[in-house]
Structures are given as structure tokens and as C-alpha cells.
């Protein structure tokens, strides 16, 4: 089966030019902590919906000193969390989603590759398709231009109200 194209070309962005910091991050993700899986972001073009970001994997990541002893490896569903990070940074910053974007489904998720600390973890998210209640990415991920995990990121709109409020109506209700 012949490989995918690239949702863009290695060319087009420049590792080193920080469009957003984490701090920038930070104003349209509210993860925190061990739970934040970006360090920058590259490359953002709203025109095309495409958005390029990454991690710096440092040797003290929560997952390292476990997964797996003495040949510590990226989790898959980390790697898969890194891409919903920045596909909800995009989408929420666009104005794609209103409030939070949570998980809302992953299909052909394929790993390709081994990630580990001290690895630049690059993540390429390309929006396909936004609605009110859902919004459709593909992604692929990189360590030295490598491939190392791909598919589609499905994110719906959390209801913030409902969760830092403890209320229970609606459809997460009993």
C-alpha cells in the first residue's frame, strides 16, 4: 500500500521559529502539569487548517521511569493526546469549537515508530471538517522527519459549566 502524503512539507515550517509559547498554549489548553503535551507550537495556517507543534521529551516524563523499565518509550495514547492537544489549541483559537474540546473518538491510528526522552516529538494536525458539536482531524507525527504515529483526532465540546459546577443535567446526567 503506498504511503500517505505529508499533510505538509517538512520545508514549509521552521523548528525554531516558536509561533506560540506554552504560555500562548496555555490562554486555549487547560491542561497542566504532567497532562501538557505541548512545548511550542510552529506553524499555523487557518486558511488551510493546518497547525504544527511539538514536545520536547525530557528524561523525567511521568511515563519514562515505567513504561517500560530501562527502555522507556512514549505511550501510544500519549502520543494520541499530543495530537488532541493541538487540535483543540487550533480549533479553539479559530474559533472552530465554542469552550473546551475533549476526546471524542480516534480512528486508524496507526504506530509506526519509537518515541523516546530527548526526542523532538512533531505533531502535524490538519482540520477536515468542523461543526458545532464535533470536529475531524488527521494527524501525523515525527521524530527526525520519521514517522512515527498517524490518524484521525475526533473532538466534541465538554460542558464546562456542567463540570466545574459538580451539576449533573443533561445529557451527562444519571
Known amino acids: 500500500m503506498p504511503k500517505k502524503p505529508l499533510i505538509i512539507d517538512f520545508c514549509e515550517y521552521d523548528l525554531n521559529h516558536v509561533v506560540s509559547s506554552i504560555d500562548e498554549i496555555r490562554r486555549y489548553n487547560p ?53 488532541a492537544q493541538l487540535s483543540s489549541y ?15 473518538g480516534m480512528e486508524d491510528i496507526r504506530f509506526r515508530g519509537l518515541v523516546r526522552p530527548g526526542d523532538r516529538f512533531v ?30 483526532i475526533k473532538g466534541v465540546p465538554l460542558p464546562v459549566h456542567q463540570l466545574t459546577t459538580g451539576q449533573a443535567d443533561g445529557p451527562l446526567a444519571d
Not at 487550533?90 to 471524542?104: E, P, Q, R, S, W
Not at 475531524?136 to 522527519?145: L, N
Request: glycine share 8%; charged share 20%.
Open 31 to 83: 491542561q497542566r502539569f504532567e497532562m501538557e503535551q505541548l512545548t511550542a507550537i510552529v506553524f499555523e495556517d487557518p486558511v488551510r487548517n493546518i497547525c504544527v507543534g511539538y514536545k520536547d521529551l525530557k528524561p523525567d516524563e511521568f511515563w519514562a521511569r515505567g513504561h517500560m523499565p530501562g527502555m522507556p518509550l512514549m505511550p501510544g495514547v500519549i502520543m494520541c493526546e499530543a495530537a
Open 90 to 104: 487550533h480549533a479553539v483559537k479559530n474559533n472552530l469549537i465554542t469552550g473546551m474540546m475533549g476526546f471524542g
Open 123 to 152: 505533531i502535524v494536525t490538519h482540520l477536515l471538517k468542523a461543526r458545532r458539536t464535533i470536529i475531524t482531524c488527521e494527524f501525523q507525527s515525527f521524530v527526525d522527519q520519521n514517522l512515527v504515529c498517524e490518524g484521525l
